[in-house]
């Protein structure tokens, strides 16, 4: 493990000075929200769309960041208000609302309040601190969380605010994402979209990926530091069709103790975290394939895997806990939709990569986990070290609630 001096740098949402490579993008989308008076009526909002790994969050957040620093330079009173969420890891419409509201009071828990209730809470908050906003809602994507609703509520507060009460202050907004997730978006906003064309963002050249690499790794070890680490990196970025997001993230795994290129039944991290057995770290691996899959995908998958290692499959409300085990964790969550012979079916989302989670085999005394469990001792998955989430780097979602 190499000594970091600013580990902070290779979080997820640390936002560098400089959106290297994305300069354009950034100005453009300023000259459109055209802060601290735009000609233009409200509202103020614009989209970045591009694929993951382009740069969509680095751009929707630095150029709030632009805006708030012409808002503070040319508006005298109260400072503006940045309320910055990322919405992928929420649940639903309930869990953007709710990690808004947040931002403005850290105690609030969700639960239990309609979304309407929570989206009129966080106007009429707005509206009595009369401070300028500027809001981002990123990391959109098909199937995450609808914000249509939310983006209509900023657009027109009137009807959640008390009688008498009209508009907020100046409110800017950004929104950042996949191109088919904000095609999604424009539809259900219309006929009125007040979000208009988007910025459209292509991949990352290598070249920006090295300057984005190079950059990290200094401000993380220091001036100079780990030139070795950036080709590297971005190569095998490369390779994997990812980009600057998965670039940061094997450069992170890199800088944690882990190799390069790990398989994620063999990377070495800490041995504390959900208990699981290996097949089933398996079969959700081969059945989500990074993204979702229903529950059924899952069990016959861990079944296949089970009976191929010499065990019995795990029963199916067994499997089902072990499910709710990883979504309390934060690294799954389930999802109930129209379909399958019962009229719904429940899908499964990872939230996190499966090599960041911190699991561990069930002991082999455990009366439940020991029967079919290759974590057991002298089974076929005895030995297999645990995968492990690590240190400060790791994060949980906005609202594990829900």
């Known amino acids: ?62 150029a709030a960041r632009e805006v708030l620093d012409r808002l503070r330079s040319a508006r005298p009173g109260p400072s503006p208000r940045l309320l910055a969420v990322r919405t992928g890891p929420l649940r639903g419409t309930h869990g953007v609302a709710s990690a808004l509201l947040r931002r ?14 929570i989206l009129a809470g966080l106007l009429r908050r ?19 969380p609808d914000v249509a609703p939310i983006v209509r509520a900023f657009a027109d507060p009137d009807r959640f605010l008390p009688e008498g009460e009209v508009g907020l202050p100046p ?16 539809r259900a906003l219309q006929p009125h979209s007040p979000i208009g064309p988007w910025v459209e963002l292509g991949p990352y050249t290598e070249r920006d990926l090295e300057r984005i690499v190079r950059d990290r790794v200094e401000r993380c070890l220091g001036p100079g530091a780990g030139e070795e680490l950036v080709r590297p990196t971005v190569h095998l970025a490369v390779a994997e069709g ?34 699981l057995e290996p097949h089933v770290l398996r079969a959700l691996d081969a059945a989500v394939r990074g993204q979702a899959a229903p529950v059924g995908e899952v069990r016959r998958a861990e079944a296949e895997l089970a009976r191929a290692g010499g065990a019995r499959p795990l029963p199916t409300t067994t499997l089902w806990r072990r499910i709710v085990q990883l979504e309390r964790a934060g690294y799954v969550r389930r999802e109930i939709r129209p379909g399958g012979t019962g009229g719904t079916r429940s ?17 082999p005394g455990s009366p439940r986990d020991a029967v079919g469990s290759e974590g057991a001792a ?16 790791s994060s949980a979602p906005d609202d594990p609630a829900g």
């Open 1 to 62: 493990m190499q000594s970091s001096v600013r580990p902070e740098v290779l979080a997820n949402d640390w936002l560098p000075p400089v959106a290297l490579g994305r300069n354009a993008p950034v100005a453009e989308l300023v000259r459109r929200l055209d802060p601290p008076r735009p000609v233009a009526p409200p509202p103020w909002i614009v989209a970045v769309a591009g694929p993951s790994g382009s740069g969509t969050s680095v751009v929707a957040r630095s």
């Open 104 to 117: 403005l009071d850290e105690g609030f828990d969700g639960r239990g309040f309609p979304v309407a209730e």
């Open 126 to 144: 707005l509206r009595r601190e009369g401070r300028p906003v500027v809001f981002v809602l990123d990391d959109l994507g098909v199937g995450g």
């Open 171 to 186: 409110t800017w907004g950004l929104i950042a994402g996949s191109a088919d997730a904000l095609t999604t978006l424009d």
């Open 242 to 275: 990812g980009g600057a997001a998965r670039a940061i993230d094997l450069l992170r795994r890199r800088l944690v103790g882990a190799p390069l290129r790990t398989s994620i039944l063999s990377a070495p991290r800490p041995s504390l975290g959900v208990t």
């Open 347 to 363: 899908i499964v989302r990872l939230l996190a990569p499966i090599d960041e989670w911190v699991t561990t085999p069930p002991r």
């Open 378 to 393: 002298g089974g076929p998955g005895a030995g297999v070290p645990a995968i492990g989430r690590s240190g400060p780097w």
